[in-house]
């Protein structure tokens, strides 16, 4: 075959595939009803692959292969808002959706108008601008005037077409700017979550944080792997089509390939209207996302000029926000928590009662300050709420409902778990159990240090913890090091095979990285993350525990709460001691490309002679000694090399006499970077 007949087949079979491999991509992201299974879908997708490969100059940017092309940015573009992106005007109040409606009235006197009330999703404000079909900009909303342009970002989101549907049979306009929601489904959140517990990562307060932080990540080959989903409701520029209404804005867009919101209704006047926002409260549980209230929109498009907008909103639409849910329950107990700094947390013990789609049983108190000032009592009916819509609250006492024989609740004298003397430092209003032996504090200080996130020893689960502490082996992370074979025998449960095992995963732990053991330490508000920044700065432990406050703060990620916490904890005696021990029990608390580096040359024996123009002679001595060798005064036999400064001695005259390798202070510098 010529090369264009190759081509022209080529060509073919490529866009077959890429028109194949989007309609998948629809049916199963947007439709959610795949007519494939996943192995012929990748199938596809790697034929799609091998043949872009053989045709580099056949790739096209609307190919589905290019998804997670983009490179990392250092930062994002700007990207101007040909029609400024507006807001919501919002309101809790029913009476207010009335006044909404009596406006509307009097701005269009005589005219028939009627209202559309879809869910308002709570994501992230995004629009896309498509010229001739073809994803061209994604960005957020930023002031509403300008955004990021997070294209690269938007692209990874396989529900958004990179083109438009080719069976819609619609004209497509030339250009239109589609908005809408990027958001993280509710399920994708809380398996994020679990991930990120379990490597140690900050957890996302909520899937509107988690979609916001993942946008905003400056590579898209991180966010393609975050849980990302998107509805669209709204469009700016619009070249080359007539949309009369809202409700044929919402078909058109699913004509072209978007998901728009999955539910909304029609309604002829403002009390239909609210009877769908109560119809759509009832169900806000059903969706995928989490939605913050709904929105009422006039239908009529036409209307929209007359209408006009304030600076910050459209007069045409308005947005009715569902207070968050609340449940009530009686509080049968008040239990202590021991975490791992001995902080002492009440929490509620309740009767199951659902909420938002899960069932509560237990609810934090905060503080002893907290169930004072809310006079909190056993027995009590109590209202819950979901703070941040995950840790559960107990928000009030509904107290019509006493019956006289609940109990005033005071906190412990003492530790719950250890007996130990609990104080209260005049900072904070948290009590702490003092006791560093606690064992509720060393467990879960044990199971930190163990974590995957951490140490990542293998095997060291709650129940062994739990073991090894009760049985006194335990005490402090050291105590790990020094453990026998014959010690965890002795446990229960504990064959040979398992006790050789756990030892083996706590000693491959000794050659873990740097950033692990320093997360490992627990340091407060020191995550994997800033572990791994201060890992990459200061490079040893010995470095980090000397930084003061401002060489911390000048670290990116490290803010002056971190930084004190570091300081803190360092300065602790028992802290030093901690890390003194573990040093002697072999953990190396150098970064591992140091380390490597570390008996670079060893063995090697160096002579200076002359004067070197960039180190003294301490200097260069110390270079040397750092990385395994060793520094002598006269030459012998034994020299590895000779450096050589300006006005060399007679050493020079000596080496070259035994054959000794000649380096000039260049190749020094070199051989010892
Ligand atoms: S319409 C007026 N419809 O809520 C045209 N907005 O609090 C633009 N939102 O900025 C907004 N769901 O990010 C519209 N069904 C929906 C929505 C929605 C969520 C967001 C949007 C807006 C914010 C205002």
């Not at 947007?30 to 007519?35: F, T």
């Not at 997070?150 to 700017?177: K, M, V, W």
């Not at 080496?655 to 000039?664: C, E, F, M, N």
């Amino acid at each position: 075959m010529s090369r264009n007949e190759d081509d022209k087949t080529a060509i073919e079979r490529i866009s077959q595939l890429r028109r194949e491999i989007e309609r998948h991509n629809y049916l199963y992201y947007v439709l959610a009803n795949p007519e494939i299974s996943d192995r012929q879908y990748d199938a596809l997708y790697e034929e799609l692959q091998t043949l872009e490969q053989q045709y580099p100059h056949l790739v096209t940017p609307d190919s589905p292969t290019m998804r997670v092309g983009g490179e990392p940015l250092s930062d994002f573009k700007n990207v101007k808002h040909t029609m400024p992106m507006l807001s919501l005007s919002n309101t809790y109040v029913r009476e207010e959706l009335l006044d909404f409606d009596a406006r509307i009235q009097r701005l269009l006197p005589g005219k028939i108008i009627s209202y559309i009330v879809e869910p308002k999703i709570d994501g992230v404000a995004v629009s896309l601008r498509y010229e001739k079909q073809l994803l061209v900009t994604g960005s957020t909303r930023g002031d509403g005037k300008t955004g990021d342009d997070i294209t690269g970002n938007i692209r990874t989101i396989r529900s958004i077409p990179l083109r438009f549907r080719s069976d819609s049979d619609l004209q497509a306009p030339e250009i239109i700017e589609v908005r809408g929601e990027v958001y993280m489904p509710k399920k994708g959140f809380v398996e994020l979550n679990q991930e990120r517990r379990k490597k140690g990562s900050e957890l996302f307060a909520n899937p509107r944080n988690a979609a916001a932080g993942s946008l905003k990540l400056l590579d898209p080959g991180l966010v393609a792997r975050r849980p990302l989903d998107a509805v669209f409701y709204s469009v700016g520029e619009l070249e080359g089509l007539n949309l009369a209404t809202h409700e044929e804005l919402l078909e058109t867009l699913k004509t072209f390939g978007f998901k728009t919101v999955p539910r909304y209704w029609k309604c002829g006047n403002i009390n239909e209207a609210l009877d769908a926002l109560e119809h759509l409260r009832d169900m806000r549980q059903d969706f995928p996302f989490e939605i913050d209230g709904g929105v009422i929109k006039v239908n009529e498009r036409t209307f929209y000029p007359t209408l006009g907008a304030t600076a910050k909103s459209h007069r045409w639409a308005v947005a009715y926000k569902y207070e968050p849910e609340h449940a009530e329950t009686t509080l049968r107990d008040i239990t202590i928590q021991v975490g791992r700094t001995g902080v002492l947390t009440p929490v509620a013990e309740l009767d199951p009662v659902p909420l938002e789609g899960s069932v509560i049983s237990r609810a934090t108190l905060h503080n002893a300050d907290e169930i004072k000032r809310k006079d909190i009592r056993i027995g009590d009916r109590v209202i819950i709420q979901k703070a941040g819509q995950v840790i559960p609250a107990v928000i009030e006492v509904n107290k019509s409902a006493r019956t006289g024989n609940e109990k005033i609740f005071s906190m412990p004298p003492s530790c719950p778990v250890c007996g130990g003397p609990i104080t209260q430092s005049e900072k904070e209003v948290a009590l702490r159990c003092e006791n560093m032996q606690c064992p509720a504090q060393i467990k879960r200080w044990i199971n930190h240090f163990a974590s995957r996130g951490a140490m990542d020893i293998d095997g060291l689960g709650d129940a062994l913890v739990e073991q090894l502490v009760a049985s006194g082996l335990v005490t402090e992370p050291t105590d790990l090091y020094n453990l026998t074979k014959e010690q965890v025998m002795n446990l229960e449960r504990m064959g040979e095979k398992s006790s050789e095992n756990l030892i083996n995963a706590i000693n491959a732990g000794k050659h873990r990285d740097l950033w692990r053991i320093i997360f490992a330490l627990g340091i407060r508000h020191v995550g994997a993350r800033s572990a791994q920044v201060l890992e990459q700065h200061f490079k040893n432990i010995d470095s980090l525990m000397s930084a003061d406050q401002e060489t911390l703060e000048t670290i990116p990620d490290i803010g002056p709460v971190v930084a004190r916490s570091i300081l803190d904890f360092f300065r602790s005696d028992r802290n030093q001691k901690l890390i003194k021990r573990l040093k002697e029990s072999g953990l190396k608390m150098i970064a591992i490309t140091i380390r490597e580096n570390q008996n670079k040359l060893a063995g090697q024996i160096f002579v200076l002679t002359g004067t070197l123009s960039s180190l003294t002679r301490e200097q260069a001595g110390e270079r040397i000694l750092a990385l395994g060798g060793k520094v002598s005064d006269s030459v012998s036999t034994k020299t590895t090399y000779i450096v050589t400064g300006s006005e060399p001695g007679s050493k020079l005259a000596k080496a070259r006499k035994l054959g000794i390798q000649v380096i000039d202070e260049e190749q020094f510098l070199k051989l010892t970077e």
